[in-house]
């Protein structure tokens, strides 16, 4: 069964986790790391008006310049609008279309009255994969190449901007030989979040070094500080839905494809997962 044979209605998640959008970013946050869960669905009396993920809290976070505590920082001034939807009897291709046509990881699913009744996911998209195209392609067919890769030394500062440039929410750490070495995502920098705006403030200072000094707490990170080295991968000739069971066990995103032992040739991501479904 292909996804112009599945609803998105057999595979969209019901239970909707809904953030005010005059909460506070910490209280979103909060609720966010209590529930497991990397996006919250924006909504006020009239129904919903938006997405909050992880990536906009980065994306605020690298770009805010107004020195404001994050309890005084809201919802509706971060968050991913205007509001993408599908029906909820339309086929699983057009949810993974409308994902990648507007770079968005997930859409509210609503019903003829245009009443929310759930949300579909790039993650839904990589579960229906897994249980319904099992033995279509493997991973050297729909991977991504070549890899967007950084070197252990590089400063956590040029990781966050080439994954900003490039759009992308993790890097491959790479040694000679494009030996793979480690992983590092947008959750990593932002875990680092203190000692990344303590050296953003000595960078931006105009003051003097000494300033710089009493500002800065501890050495400069590198991306070695942070990546993640039990980096899990996979031969680009297994079977896609192989990868995609990995990514739903171990809840990660990208998984580094080899064609030798820990060489990297590739990364296979959810998004290219959902290329897939979008046109199959």
Avoid: W
Wanted: aromatic fraction near 4%; charged fraction near 20%; charge should be positive.
């Amino acid at each position: 069964m292909g996804s112009e044979k599945t609803k998105v209605k057999e595979i969209s998640t019901k239970e909707v986790v809904i953030v005010d959008p005059s909460s506070s970013l910490i209280n979103a946050m909060n609720l966010m790391n209590l529930r497991g869960i990397g996006r919250l669905v924006v909504a006020d009396r009239d129904g919903a008006i938006g997405i909050f993920t992880k990536k906009d809290i980065f994306s605020f976070a690298a770009s805010d310049n107004s020195g404001r505590p994050l309890d005084q920082v809201y919802v509706y001034e971060i968050m991913s609008q205007p509001l993408v939807t599908v029906n909820e009897n339309e086929f699983v291709s057009v949810a993974a279309s409308l994902m990648l046509d507007n770079d968005i990881s997930s859409v509210i699913v609503s019903d003829k009255k245009n009443r929310m009744v759930g949300i579909v996911t790039k993650t839904d998209l990589v579960k229906f994969y897994m249980m319904k195209m099992a033995g279509k392609l493997k991973i050297r067919n729909v991977m991504s190449v070549p890899v967007v890769t950084v070197a252990p030394t590089n400063s956590v500062f040029y990781a966050a901007e080439l994954m900003k440039k490039r759009k992308i929410s993790r890097l491959i750490v790479v040694g000679g030989g494009a030996q793979i070495r480690g992983i590092v995502t947008l959750s990593d920098l932002f875990s680092a979040n203190p000692q990344l705006i303590s050296i953003k403030m000595v960078e931006e200072s105009s003051g003097s070094q000494e300033m710089g000094i009493h500002i800065l707490v501890g050495p400069a990170l590198t991306v070695e500080d942070v990546m993640k080295t039990n980096v899990i991968s996979v031969s680009e000739e297994a079977d896609v839905a192989y990868a995609a069971k990995l990514m739903i066990e171990r809840r990660i995103s990208g998984i580094p494809a080899t064609n030798l032992p820990a060489v990297l040739s590739g990364i296979l991501t959810k998004t290219d997962i959902c290329k897939v479904v979008a046109r199959s």
